[in-house]
């Protein structure tokens, strides 16, 4: 059985998260470890400052998502732009379930 990641863009104006649109929905079990440590089976350095659950303040469209996925979403968890834009993303990462 498969694992999907699902991720969506929001943007706050007036003091409130708008839905912006959904950014993946792929399975890329690399991407998941690195994102969340979710089936991080390379081993990969998770990002740091990533909390974890759904926000509060979430667009009602996002928390109508989330409760349309039922018990089948989880491990939900979120990271501001601004951190995101910090990252070094020309680092290199081993996969290591690959073997040379």
Same mark, same amino acid.
């Given at each position: 059985?498969?694992? &999907?990641? #699902? ?8 003091? =409130? +998260?708008? *839905? !912006?649109?959904? !950014?993946?929905?792929?399975? #890329?079990?690399?991407? *998941?470890? +690195?994102?969340?440590? @979710?089936?991080?089976? $390379? ?6 400052? @990533?909390?974890?659950? !759904?926000?509060?303040?979430? $667009?009602? =469209?996002?928390?109508?998502? @989330?409760? &349309? +996925?039922?018990?089948?979403? #989880?491990? #939900? $968890?979120? @990271? ?7 990252? &070094?993303?020309?680092?290199?990462? +081993? ?6």
């Amino acid at each position: 059985m498969g694992c &999907d990641i #699902h991720a969506y863009a929001e943007v706050k104006r007036n003091g =409130k +998260w708008e *839905f !912006v649109k959904e !950014v993946w929905d792929i399975r #890329h079990y690399g991407l *998941f470890g +690195w994102l969340a440590d @979710v089936r991080n089976y $390379s081993g990969i350095t998770p990002l740091a400052n @990533v909390q974890e659950g !759904v926000p509060d303040d979430a $667009s009602q =469209k996002y928390l109508g998502i @989330v409760e &349309d +996925w039922n018990t089948d979403g #989880h491990t #939900h $968890s979120w @990271v501001n732009l601004d951190y995101l834009l910090l990252l &070094d993303y020309d680092r290199i990462i +081993w996969d290591r379930r690959v073997t040379r």
